[in-house]
């Protein structure tokens, strides 16, 4: 067999085994948010804040701050309860790889250079239910607030992305979602999110 004949086939195997694996890992996730709500109540509260941000008349304005507060508890509330049951998910299939490209089961091989989804999970649950708009005094403080709890999401649908697929294509994914990068992102969270974060994965 010559070198040509062996790169494809390894080749085809390594491609054949990541395509497994990233199924097995969107079957997972899957089966814990799909008790939920949390995405349909993320797009609700992300065109809520929007709407409110668009809005230059105070009043009108304060009203729908108003209405977004039940949302963003139950956002809260169910991220939490995602938080508590993911937790429970079997430790050697919730390791993720800190390189940018997957390569099947790399994680397993090298688990220094990884993270625990559970963990990542967790602090987006704090991070979630820490900012708290509703909390807010005045309007400048909710337009704040607002802001750095969309980044929050954005991180943390960054950080599904990057369990189910790679850090590059979480990246792109959400560069073409929202056409914000995601360094953008990471500057926008609350300093305790991005310092527990960075060490999470390694960085810091």
């Known amino acids: 067999m010559d070198f040509f004949t062996l790169a494809i086939i390894v080749t085809i195997a390594v491609y054949v085994l990541k395509r497994q694996d990233q199924r097995r890992r969107t079957r997972l996730l899957a089966e814990y948010l799909g008790r939920l709500q949390i995405e349909k109540l993320m797009g609700s509260l992300i065109e809520g804040y929007l709407r409110a941000l668009g809005e230059s008349d105070l009043q009108r304005r304060t009203q729908v701050w108003a209405l977004l507060e039940g949302t963003e508890k139950s956002l809260a509330d169910q991220f939490q309860r995602f938080a508590e049951d993911f937790a429970r998910a079997p ?26 989804m ?15 708009v509703h ?10 607030r607002a802001f750095m709890l969309t980044a929050e999401i954005f991180l943390m649908q960054h950080s599904c992305h990057w369990f189910c697929k ?3 294509v979480a990246s792109v994914r959400l560069l073409a979602r929202h056409q914000t990068s995601y360094e953008q992102v990471l500057a926008a969270v609350s300093p305790a999110t991005r310092k527990s974060y960075l060490q999470l994965i390694g960085k810091r």
């Open 118 to 132: 559970r963990d990542m999970v967790k602090l987006h649950a704090r991070s979630i239910g820490a900012v708290q």
């Open 166 to 168: 790679s850090l590059t």
């Open 91 to 116: 430790a050697e299939q919730v390791r993720v790889s800190t390189l940018p490209l997957a390569l099947p089961y790399v994680e397993r091989i090298y688990p220094q250079g990884s993270f625990d």
């Open 135 to 144: 909390a807010a005094q005045d309007d400048e403080e909710r337009r704040r």
